[in-house]
């Protein structure tokens, strides 16, 4: 199975400030990694694709990055609605796993 | 609008059964990979278990291989997970999902139902 490691496991940033978090797999994922964003008592959403690509709807200041076998996710700008759990899934081998998440909180 | 609704969920016992439902509206069910995601209390989701389009194709996390059986019903909308032989580590909310992709690929979730709660407690 390949476990995602996602680091820090809590940013605490202000509106406006800039958010970046990592996604390790513990072997090649070949580039098949999205990210999803959860609201507390809410599901997941997805918010991008295939390590870069933005799904339906999702605004730019979301961006994606990396290869092999690390991952960045991007928040330029953060708006009041960004804060939350993110949470990396690879596609890359079955069964598909999800990262253990990284909580974005308002400081 | 797309929407999915879960439903079946509750309390058994460790060994009892529950089916899960999902009726799904606002798309075309038969164009697309269903998907079953559990989550429990503070952890991240757990993928469960895919089908195909046409249900030809199941695929299950190796936790659940044996006693969960994912099936669906393009004539009516509905997604199913049978769930036999239940343990207490499957508590969790059980999440619908469809999934996305492009020339026949799945490559993500793209909607999700609001989830429905399984506990497995004596």
């Known amino acids: 199975e390949v476990v995602l490691t996602q680091s820090p496991g809590t940013l605490s940033l202000s509106p406006g400030e800039r958010a970046t978090l990592s996604c390790r797999a513990s072997?090649?994922?070949?580039?098949?990694i999205a990210w999803y964003h959860q609201k507390p008592g809410r599901a997941p959403s997805l918010l991008i694709y295939d390590v870069y690509n933005r799904a339906s709807g999702v605004p730019a200041r979301f961006s994606g990055s990396g290869s092999g076998a690390d991952f960045t996710l991007t928040i330029d700008s953060l708006e009041p609605e960004d804060f939350g759990v993110y949470y990396c899934?690879?596609?890359?081998?079955?069964?598909?796993?999800f990262g253990q998440g990284t909580k974005v909180e308002r400081k | 609008e797309v929407q999915l609704v879960e439903s079946g969920g509750g309390l058994v016992q460790p060994g009892g059964s529950l089916k899960l439902s999902c009726l799904v509206s606002?798309?075309?069910?038969?164009?697309?990979?269903m998907t079953w995601v559990r989550q429990a209390p503070g952890r991240e989701p757990e993928w469960v278990a895919n089908?195909?389009?046409?249900?030809?194709?199941?695929y299950y996390v190796d936790s659940v291989k044996g006693r969960f059986n994912i099936s669906r019903d393009n004539a009516v909308n509905s997604l199913s997970l049978q769930m036999n032989n239940l343990r207490v580590e499957d508590t969790a909310l059980y999440y619908c999902?469809?999934?996305?992709?492009?020339?026949?690929?799945?490559?993500?979730?793209?909607?999700w139902g609001q989830g429905t709660q399984v506990t497995v407690s004596s």
């Open positions: 089908i195909h389009k046409d249900g030809s194709e199941k």
């Open positions: 606002g798309f075309t069910f038969s164009n697309h990979w």
């Open positions: 072997q090649s994922t070949y580039g098949y």
């Open positions: 899934q690879q596609r890359s081998h079955w069964p598909w796993t």
């Open positions: 999902a469809r999934g996305w992709g492009l020339n026949g690929n799945y490559y993500a979730i793209d909607s």
